[in-house]
């Protein structure tokens, strides 16, 4: 089913603009190189127009939010839409701070969004329009997607979906993917990467590489980036084992194994089943 998509990515290698977090924009430019697209970072409001106006896709990353870069952000968000590249926005911390709650709503309002990136706190923010007490950038625990709460999680992403006309992704334990149509339930990943700070930072602007090499495929594109980015951790993990390795270790052979991840790899490692 991916095969197409990442051949796309590598063969094509889109250029995409980040516009993201400074404590994880190295991490986006390196992770991007690795899985076959290219990065390009600018955040000032007179340069933005101009790179959005050259890249394949453009990543909105909410993470170290300031005055100057709201209207940046907004700015590319309008150009892309205009040349009709997706955006993926990835709403860090959303409800953690009035800021950052607001501006979330002001990009929905004002751009057009293809997909959504975040995990279910930040999310449910985005569904409800209301701060949710999220602790920091992380779930809370409440908000955990479980084998017992899984339908319903379902349910409200592929309704959101509907409502904003955005794919949602959805990451944590279990990761949930979907339009209003259909829905991927992808089970790949590992614990230990909540070690590492970043790894959906880096997601996020995977699937604008995938989405900028796929704009027919989206949802299938975003699936395949979070079953890509679950797997290499997979891998990674036990890479850093072998080698009695800590986090640090774990982040290099994090980017090593999306560098790794071939078509063949993908199929044969993704696990997840299709919801409708």
Same mark, same amino acid.
């Given at each position: ?23 994880? =924009? ?6 991007l190189? $690795?899985? @076959?697209?290219?990065p390009?970072? *600018? /955040?000032? #409001?007179? &340069? ?16 170290t939010l ?15 839409n ?8 990835d ?23 293809s ?9 449910? =923010? ?7 007490? $999220?602790? @920091?950038?992380d779930a809370?625990? *409440? /908000?955990? #997607?479980? &084998? ?43 614990p ?48 850093t084992k ?35």
């Amino acid at each position: 089913m991916f095969s197409e998509i990442i051949d796309n990515v590598k063969n094509n290698v889109p250029l995409v603009h980040n516009i993201t977090n400074y404590v994880t =924009v190295n991490d986006c430019a390196n992770i991007l190189l $690795a899985c @076959g697209g290219s990065p390009i970072m *600018a /955040d000032d #409001v007179d &340069e933005v127009e101009e790179i959005t106006s050259i890249c394949n896709a453009l990543v909105i990353n909410i993470g170290t939010l300031n005055s100057r870069t709201i209207e940046a952000m907004i700015k590319a968000g309008k150009k892309a839409n205009e040349i009709n590249i997706p955006v993926i926005l990835d709403p860090v911390g959303a409800g953690a701070s009035k800021l950052r709650t607001e501006t979330t709503f002001r990009l929905l309002r004002e751009v057009k969004i293809s997909v959504i990136r975040g995990n279910m706190s930040e999310i449910k =923010v985005v569904g409800s329009s209301e701060s949710n007490g $999220a602790r @920091g950038v992380d779930a809370n625990v *409440a /908000d955990t #997607v479980t &084998e017992k709460n899984l339908d319903e999680a379902v349910n409200f992403i592929k309704c959101l979906s509907e409502s904003l006309s955005s794919i949602i992704a959805v990451t944590g334990a279990i990761d949930i993917v979907a339009d209003s149509h259909k829905a991927f339930v992808i089970k790949n990943g590992h614990p230990s990467m909540s070690k590492i700070t970043g790894t959906g930072c880096m997601l996020t602007s995977i699937i604008g590489a995938y989405c900028g090499a796929n704009r027919d495929n989206m949802l299938e594109a975003s699936a395949a980036a979070v079953c890509g980015m679950g797997l290499s951790g997979e891998m990674a993990y036990r890479k850093t084992k072998e080698n009695d390795g800590g986090t640090s270790s774990l982040r290099m052979h994090l980017i090593d194994y999306i560098g790794k991840i071939n078509s063949e790899i993908l199929e044969g490692g993704a696990r997840f089943e299709i919801r409708k």
